[in-house]
RNA sequence: GUGGGCGUAGCUCAGUUGGCAGAGCGCCAGGUUGUGGUCCUGGAUGCCGGGGGUUCAAGUCCCCUCGCUCACCCCA
C-alpha cells in the first residue's frame, strides 16, 4: 500500500458512511425544525480570527491549529472549531441588522485539531453546530440544550448525559477567577498546570488526575460566586430544562475549553467512549463578537461530534444492522446487445423513480445474480438473446425465487407498481 | 507533547526453544449450455508495516522508523 490517510485522519467507508450521514441529519433535523437557517463557511480563515475568538490562553490556538502561510504571504488556518467563522460571517454581512435578533443558524462540517490521534479524537474531525447570536435570553440557552438533547434522543441514544454549570460573567467573573487563583496557587502544582492557572485558571477544575481533583475538593465555584443577574439566569436556564423535562447534572466545576464562553456552559457526555467522554458541548458567549470587532451580541451556541456520537451509538448497540445502500431492482445482461439494451432499461427504471443497478464487467450468468443476490434487490431482471429475440424480460423475485416473463416495452411500468 | 500495547491473506486472527508462512470467514472457478442465497469440489491469496543488525538460517532476537491503539494531556 503506497499511501494512506494522513495520520490522525480516517475515512469514512459503506456502509458505515450511511450512518454518518444519517447522524448529520438527525442531529440537524431538531434545529431547523427550530428556525435555524444553514450557513456554509470556508474551511479556512484569517490565523488571527482564531487568536482573538477562540483565545490565545487556550491549547487549541497555541499547540493545535493547523496553520500556514498561502501563496499571498496570508496567515491562514484550518478552523478548529465553528462558532469563530460563524460570529465573522454574521458580522461581516451584518445579519445582526438584517432582521430580527437572534439570528439562528447552524451548520456542519469538517475540523481541524493537531492532536494526538486516540479513540474518539482525530485530527480531522466532523461536527454539527448551531448558534442563536444577538439575544440575551435563558430560553435561547435552554432551546439549544433541549434541541440537542432530542437530535442525540431521536437516533436512539439512552446514555447521553447533560452537564450544566454558569461560569459567570465580566460582572462577577473577575473576582471569582481572583479568589480561584488565590486558592489555586497554594496547592502543589506541576509546570504546566501552574502555568495555566496564571492564565486560564478556571481551566484547572475541569483536570482529570486524581492527585490534581484531590487537592480541588474545597476549591471555590462559579456557581457560589455569580452575580445577581447571572445567578438569576442560570436558575431561569435550569427551570424551563425542568419544564421541558430535559434531564441535567449540574456541574460545578465543568469548565469550557475556549476562552470565549460566559455564564451558561454544558456538555453532552456519553459513558461509553473512553477517554473522549464528551459528544457535544456548548455555551453562551456574550464577549465574542467584541473580541473579534463587531458589536456586542450576547450568544449560545454548541457544537456536536459527529463521530463521536457514532461511537456512542456503537457502545449502544444501535449499529447492529448496518445496511448498505441497495436497490429495488438489479439488471443481469447476458451479451453485448443484450447489455445495451439494459443499460436504457435500467436509466428508464431509475427515472421512473426506481432505485436501480446492473452487473458490469461482462461477468457471467451465474456471477451476475450473485451480485444481484448481494445488491439488496427485490428483482433481478436477466436479459438475454433469447429474451430480446422475444422482446421480453425475466423477472425474478430474488425472495421467492419466482420468475415470470415480462414484455420488454411494459417492465418499467409493472416494476413501477410493484415496488411502490 | 508523555507513557503502555499492537502491526502476519480482503477481514478476524494463530504461528512452539529461531528451521518449508497457516486457519476461519470472505473472494474466484466448477458441480448447473441462461439463474443468486444452501450444499459439494477445487483454486488464488502475502514485501509477515518499512529499513538496518545478529545468525548457516529471522514472522520469531536486537536497533531505528512508520502506522494503529489505549491512557495522560486536550476537547466535540
Not at 500500500?1 to 495520520?7: C, D
Not at 492564565?199 to 490534581?212: F, G, Q, T
Given at each position: ?7 490522525g485522519t480516517f475515512d469514512w467507508l459503506p456502509p458505515r458512511s450511511e450512518v454518518a450521514l444519517a447522524v448529520r441529519e438527525a442531529l440537524s433535523l431538531p434545529v431547523r425544525q427550530a428556525g435555524y437557517g444553514y450557513v456554509e463557511t470556508p474551511t479556512f480563515e484569517d490565523t488571527d480570527l482564531f487568536k482573538r475568538g477562540v483565545g490565545e490562553s487556550t491549547d ?361
Open positions: 500500500m503506497s499511501f494512506q490517510a494522513p495520520k487549541v490556538v497555541t499547540k493545535e491549529m493547523y496553520t500556514f502561510e498561502d501563496k499571498g504571504g496570508r496567515s491562514i488556518t484550518l478552523r478548529p472549531e465553528g462558532t469563530a467563522g460563524v460570529v465573522r460571517a454574521v458580522l461581516q454581512h451584518n445579519l445582526h441588522q438584517a432582521g430580527s435578533l437572534p439570528v439562528k443558524l447552524w451548520y456542519s462540517g469538517s475540523q481541524f485539531r493537531y492532536e494526538r490521534a486516540q479513540r474518539g479524537r482525530y485530527r480531522h474531525f466532523w461536527q454539527v453546530g448551531a448558534e442563536a447570536l444577538g439575544a440575551e435570553d435563558p430560553a435561547l440557552d435552554a432551546e439549544l440544550i433541549a434541541l440537542a438533547w432530542r437530535g442525540y434522543r431521536s437516533l436512539g441514544l439512552e446514555r447521553v448525559e447533560i452537564l450544566l454549570n454558569s461560569l459567570g460573567d465580566r460582572e462577577c467573573r473577575p473576582a471569582y477567577r481572583a479568589t480561584l487563583v488565590a486558592f489555586l496557587e497554594k496547592l502543589d502544582l506541576d509546570e504546566a498546570t501552574r502555568a495555566r492557572v496564571a492564565i486560564n485558571p478556571l481551566r484547572v477544575l475541569d483536570d482529570n488526575r486524581p492527585e490534581v481533583q484531590a487537592q480541588l475538593v474545597d476549591a471555590p465555584l462559579a456557581v457560589d460566586h455569580l452575580c445577581e443577574a447571572c445567578k438569576a439566569y442560570h436558575e431561569e436556564v435550569r427551570a424551563l430544562l425542568d419544564a421541558a423535562g430535559v434531564p441535567y447534572t449540574d456541574d460545578p466545576k465543568l469548565v469550557r475549553g475556549l476562552d470565549y464562553y460566559t455564564r451558561t456552559a454544558f456538555e453532552f457526555v456519553h459513558g461509553g467512549l473512553g477517554a473522549q467522554a464528551s459528544v457535544g458541548g456548548g455555551g453562551r458567549y456574550d464577549g465574542l463578537s467584541e473580541q473579534i470587532g463587531g458589536p456586542p451580541l450576547p450568544s449560545v451556541g454548541w457544537a456536536l461530534g459527529v463521530d463521536r456520537t457514532i461511537l456512542a451509538m456503537e457502545a449502544e448497540g444501535l449499529l447492529a444492522d448496518e445496511e448498505r445502500a441497495s436497490v429495488a431492482v438489479y439488471g443481469v445482461p447476458l451479451g453485448d446487445e443484450a447489455r445495451r439494451r439494459m443499460f436504457l432499461l435500467v436509466d428508464g427504471l431509475r427515472q421512473a423513480g426506481v432505485a436501480a443497478d446492473m452487473a458490469f464487467g461482462g461477468r457471467g450468468v451465474k456471477g451476475a445474480m450473485k451480485n444481484a443476490g448481494r445488491s439488496g434487490a427485490r428483482y433481478a431482471l436477466i436479459l438475454g438473446e433469447r429474451d430480446l429475440a422475444a422482446g421480453a424480460v425475466q423477472v425474478k423475485d430474488l425472495t421467492t425465487a419466482e420468475q415470470t416473463e415480462v414484455p420488454l416495452d411494459s417492465v418499467i411500468d409493472i416494476l413501477k407498481g410493484k415496488v411502490q
